[in-house]
């Protein structure tokens, strides 16, 4: 039985620093390695597959580690993040473990030290818990309680399907997802819905999250496929 190498993605923006952390993982540490120079490319790599460990730069061209990190978080991934930076003053490393991050390396990083960190996360494994609240356009979704508030603090009132739906969108964020994808992970694999209701259930979701062309999130529609939520950045 074959057994698959850990896979890491490494976001930075130098490429010269990018390619060699890419060959010191893959050759001495015989891990999966992809790379990512934006905090957008790395949103891409991530709704295509899971990570065991993120190598994080700060300074990003589009962004910053510290709020890639804490977004992670609250869409409830617990992917351990190592981040990697010049700023190591303490207000720095504070801010880095505040925004989720479970490890901080300063450049420039000794090969081996790195290693080391990275083989450690990876056999600590299972990652951190999954967030139990999920926030989105100022909203606040509470996996556990199943309430969802609005910005203003009042309770919003959905079925449990509703409820289920928009959780599923929010962890699924900016990610095409079939109708019938949402059917299965909505309503199960056993049961037989017509998948015309999934936009039934959308339009109603959206009346009761309020939605208006000026919101900070939208669930757009996917011609021929079916739908992907959208959120606004800082958001």
Known sequence: MTIAAPTVLVVEDDPNLRLALRDNLEHQGGYAVEEAATVKEAREHLSRRDFQLILLDVMLPDGDGYSLCRALREEGLGVPVLML????????????????????LGKPYRLRELLARVGAHLKRGGG???AKVLRFAGYSVDLDRRRVDSPEGAEVELTRKEFDLLAFFLKERE???????????????????DPHTVDNFVSSLKRKLKWTSASRFSIQTVRGVGYRMEIERGS
């Open 128 to 130: 951190v818990a999954p």
């Open 85 to 104: 930076t010049a700023r190591t003053l303490e207000e720095d490393v504070v801010r880095g473990f505040e925004s989720g991050a479970q490890d901080y």
């Open 175 to 193: 990610r095409a997802l079939k109708r019938d994808e949402i059917l299965d992970a909505v309503w199960g694999t056993d049961v037989v819905v």
